[in-house]
T-cell receptor
C-alpha cells in the first residue's frame, strides 16, 4: 500500500530561523510529489516535483526531491510569522489516479 | 472564477440523520475528490472521480456515498451520520489525476 510519512509532525521556531521539513514515500512507480500549505482553511499548492524536475524554488521556499532516498525536503529560510501553517506532502503514482497525503507538519513561527 | 465551492460551510447533525455535501468547480476539471481531515491525520481520501461518469473508493469510504452529477458537480452523502464522522470535509478538483489539486473552503461537520 502506498504510504507517505512526514517529519517532524510539529515544529516551533523563532522568526528568522531556517526550517527543513521532510517527506518520505513508499509508492510504486512514483510519478510526482506535491507540497501544499494549509493555513486556517483549504490547502494551497506550493510545488510539484517530478522525475524530470527535482528542485523547485519560490522566494524563501525551496524543495528538493531525492529519488534515490525516496524523499523530499521543503526548506523555508528567514521564516516569518506568516509561514505558520500545516505543510502537507502528497505523492501521485501512475495508475493510482489519486494523491496520497502525509499527516502534515504543523509549523509555528514565534515573533 | 469561484474555483471550488462547497456547501454548507458548517453543519450539526444528530446521530442517524442524513445529509448531502455539495461541491462544484468552474475550472472545467475532469477529476474531483472528497477528503476528510481530522486532527493529526492529514487528508484522507473518501471517494474520487477521475473523470465524469466514474467514481472510486478512497482510503476511508465506509459510511459515505458519492454522485458525480456532471462534470462540474460532485456530491458526498452521509446516509446515517455517526459521531465518528465529525470532521472537516474538503472537496478538490484537478485537470487530471497527475496535476495539482485545487481545494474548496471546507465543511465543518459535527455529529452529536
Amino acid at each position: 500500500e502506498d504510504k507517505v510519512v512526514q517529519s517532524p509532525l510539529s515544529l516551533v521556531v523563532h522568526e528568522g530561523d531556517t526550517v527543513t521539513l521532510n517527506c518520505s514515500y513508499e509508492v510504486t512507480n512514483f510519478r510526482s510529489l506535491l507540497w501544499y500549505k494549509q493555513e486556517k482553511k483549504a490547502p494551497t499548492f506550493l510545488f510539484m516535483l517530478t522525475s524530470s524536475g527535482i528542485e523547485k524554488k519560490s522566494g524563501r521556499l525551496s524543495s528538493i526531491l531525492d529519488k534515490k532516498e525516496l524523499s523530499s525536503i521543503l526548506n523555508i529560510t528567514a521564516t516569518q510569522t506568516g509561514d505558520s501553517a500545516i505543510y502537507l506532502c502528497a505523492v501521485e503514482a501512475p495508475g493510482a489516479q489519486k494523491l496520497v497525503f502525509g499527516q502534515g507538519t504543523r509549523l509555528t513561527i514565534n515573533p | 472564477n469561484a474555483g471550488v465551492t462547497q456547501t454548507p460551510k458548517f453543519q450539526v447533525l444528530k446521530t442517524g440523520q442524513s445529509m448531502t455535501l455539495q461541491c462544484a468547480q468552474d475550472m472545467n476539471h475532469n477529476s474531483m475528490y472528497w477528503y476528510r481531515q481530522d486532527p493529526g491525520m492529514g487528508l484522507r481520501l473518501i471517494y474520487y472521480s477521475a473523470s465524469e461518469g466514474t467514481t472510486d473508493k478512497g482510503e476511508v469510504p465506509n459510511g459515505y456515498n458519492v454522485s458525480r452529477l456532471n462534470k462540474r458537480e460532485f456530491s458526498l452523502r452521509l446516509e446515517s451520520a455517526a459521531p465518528s464522522q465529525t470532521s472537516v470535509y474538503f472537496c478538490a478538483s484537478s485537470e487530471a489525476p497527475w496535476y495539482e489539486q485545487f481545494f474548496g473552503p471546507g465543511t465543518r461537520l459535527t455529529v452529536l
